[in-house]
């Protein structure tokens, strides 16, 4: 390890021969934290990453003549950040550094829950640890615990204080205490960035509310309607049944923009103050001891009139500035890209520069059409061509999230197969809203707009693939959705519930902060008497549960199923996925059968495989020179390695 002795004179000549602005940047940093002789490792890394945070920065903020003075106050920041980190976080961002790509290993797994739902507050999430070992989990995602308005708060996701812990769930303290308790258990703790807005009862919006200068300036706050008209003549609606178009208006008759609900407001990133702003509330969190964060509606991030809004360019660069910042001063902490979009702009998020992790989106959207259709062409195109990633990179699979489903495969690749993507995502809504002969599924429809036709379908796991009618085949079909999400490279993701079949919660609607959005419906408290049969195999919830530890332990086990790499293969049976996961020595065989009949893999499609492979799921041998025989729903991991 450098000590400053060596290293801050390497910080002030870093950039002497190449780069006069950045040289002068570095010495003036130099010179900041001249005293300190711990600060080597953080002039290391700025010698290492300061090129691409300015490289980005420029680009945003690079016409000012305030740059300087604001890169040279966002570094004096960063330092202090990094001053306060702990030196247990400080150790972990040593050992990272030396293994980029750690969340690649097969044993990765996550899960997902609300704080006040799964375990009544945060003391209840650290008395759930064993819990989450029992599962095999590696990582954590907590939904937003910060301070936010009650009873409105889009279950957190408008933010009054990131420096503040919601006082129902417990405090600062206790996140630390539980970050660090789930650290020793070997699980890396996942927040959320809520960066594209905070909630109207922010200090920062309160300010704006006042008409503080400074802080009108951190929103897009007009006067009268001529600006918000020229915006909403090219951007979606997000939210069209809590109100129309992008922007709310505010008591006085000033309109504010608001992508998502009236209290959630859009963040002005154009102003450098608050990308600043914010870059301090990132690091603030990072230094609880957050390994990722999701990086919450990315697309939205950057506005520029005349476009809609999303995905924009900026909004790359942005991210990558946010993340050379966190390589500076927290080099630990990755992101997580929620970006649920055309799948064309969703891999734009991913890269080690931006986002090394990502939903995917498509790949779960397509796992429930597929269930729908009984039909793998597009799931199995979509495994094909979208789904191999950059190094550095992984997918973040999941069957449900605490959102809606949006159906967001391409139409291009959908009229491949003579879908029209319209018409087909109507078929959709219809089976999962149970409106549609011979549905099994018990959705509900979410911002249904009868003007664009736009719909999205909010249900719980276990209530869209039958458990809530009774039907037969409801377990298994669960189970091959995480069949596949387990096996398919990335980091596999649990929303916590599903293990045991919690079905839809329709009591959210007695509740006043919840009752306008369906997607609590998906949001069920922890089912007690679920989790108490979960070792019962003659409960539904015991017979999940044993799949679920059947799949987890094996994968764990299977070092084919570390990194993300695929190879489609294309099984002949229109009912039966396929694909291979490649090891040094062979490859695992992934056959999934989405139908509820029993079907058939042909001997000679299987020609190029070995004579006979076991399954890892079932412990059966299975011949490969005869046809293959898969149960309905049933899921097989042949694995070919070494034979
Ligand atoms: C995210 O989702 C969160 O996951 C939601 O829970 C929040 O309500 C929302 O942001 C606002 O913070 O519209 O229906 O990619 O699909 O960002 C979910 C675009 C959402 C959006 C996504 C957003």
Redesign the pocket.
Same mark, same amino acid.
């Given at each position: 390890m450098p000590n400053s002795a060596a290293s801050t004179p390497t910080l002030s000549n870093a950039f002497t021969a190449t780069d006069a602005q950045l040289a002068r940047m570095a010495s003036g940093l130099a010179r900041h934290i001249a005293g300190d002789n711990t600060a080597g490792p953080f002039a290391r890394r700025v010698v290492e990453h300061l090129p691409a945070l300015r490289k980005e920065l420029v680009q945003l903020y690079g016409h000012r003549d305030d740059f300087e003075f604001f890169l040279g106050g966002l570094l004096a920041m960063a330092y202090g950040q990094w001053r306060e980190r702990s030196a247990e976080l400080k150790a972990l961002d040593d050992s990272r550094d030396g293994d980029p790509t750690w969340f690649q290993s097969q044993r990765m797994l996550g899960g997902v829950c609300y704080i006040d739902l799964f375990a009544g507050n945060l003391r209840g999430i650290e008395a759930s640890i064993p819990y989450f070992q029992e599962l095999g989990l590696t990582y954590l995602h907590l939904m937003p615990p910060f301070k936010c308005p009650d009873p409105h708060s %889009?279950?957190g996701? #408008?933010v009054s204080s990131y420096r503040e812990v919601n006082p129902k769930l417990g405090s600062i303290a206790d996140l630390r205490r539980v970050a660090a308790a789930l650290r020793e258990a070997g699980i890396s703790l996942v927040l959320d960035f +809520?960066f594209?807005?905070t909630s109207d009862e922010h200090a920062w919006a309160v300010g704006a509310k006042a008409r503080d200068p400074k802080f009108q300036k951190y929103f897009f706050i007009y006067e009268d309607r001529a600006e918000p008209d020229a915006y909403e003549k090219h951007v979606r609606e997000? /939210?069209p049944d809590e109100h129309p178009g992008a922007f709310s208006q505010l008591p006085d008759g000033r309109w504010v923009w608001t992508? /998502?609900h009236s209290y959630?407001w859009d963040l002005n990133y154009a102003n450098p103050d608050v990308f600043s702003a914010m870059a301090g509330e990132m690091l603030f969190i990072a230094n609880l001891g957050v390994e990722f964060l999701r990086m %919450?509606? +990315?697309? /939205?991030i950057w506005k520029r009139l005349g476009t809609v809004c999303e995905n924009l360019p900026e909004a790359h660069t942005l991210i990558r500035a946010y993340n050379a910042l966190a390589r500076i001063a927290a080099p630990a902490l990755l992101f997580k890209s929620? #970006?649920?979009?055309h799948p064309d702009d969703v891999l734009k998020y991913i890269s080690p520069e931006e986002c090394q992790i990502s939903y995917n989106p498509l790949q779960m959207a397509l796992l429930w059409n597929t269930l729908a259709t009984r039909e793998v062409n597009l799931l199995q195109h979509a495994l094909e061509h979208r789904h191999n990633l950059p190094a550095g990179t992984a997918w973040v699979n999941y069957v449900r999230?605490?959102? %809606?489903i949006?159906w967001t495969f391409a139409d291009e690749d959908a009229l491949l197969f003579n879908i029209n993507g319209f018409n087909h995502r109507q078929f959709l809504n219809k089976f999962y809203v149970n409106r549609f002969p011979g549905s099994f599924a018990r959705g509900v429809p979410?911002?249904d707009n009868p003007t664009t036709g736009d719909c999205?379908i909010s249900g719980t796991a276990a209530s869209l693939v039958g458990l809530e009618q009774h039907d037969p085949h409801a377990v298994a079909r669960l189970l091959l959705l995480y069949s596949v999400v387990l096996s398919s490279g990335g980091v596999p993701l649990i929303y916590l519930g599903d293990e045991v079949g919690t079905l839809n919660y329709p009591d959210y609607i007695n509740d006043h902060g919840k009752a306008d959005d369906s997607?609590w419906v998906n949001r069920p408290p922890r089912d007690l008497t679920r989790h108490a049969q979960r070792h019962d195999p003659n409960t539904e919830a015991g017979r999940l549960y044993a799949g679920m530890q059947r799949l987890t332990k094996v994968r764990a086990a299977t070092e084919a199923f570390a990194g993300g790499r695929l190879i489609a293969f294309w099984s002949k049976n229109p009912a039966v996925l396929g694909y291979m996961r490649p090891a040094p020595d062979g490859h695992v065989l992934v056959l999934a059968n989405f139908s509820e009949f029993a079907q058939s893999v042909d001997a000679a499609v299987l020609s190029a495989m070995p004579a006979s492979a076991p399954d890892l799921l079932g412990g059966t041998l299975v011949n490969l020179r005869q046809s293959v025989t898969l149960a309905p729903y049933q899921t097989l991991w042949l694995d070919c390695r070494g034979r």
């Open positions: %889009d279950g996701y #408008a +809520v594209n807005h997000i /939210f992508t /998502f959630q %919450d509606a +990315v697309a /939205f929620e #970006a649920i979009v999230s605490h959102d %809606d949006g979410f911002q999205r997607r």
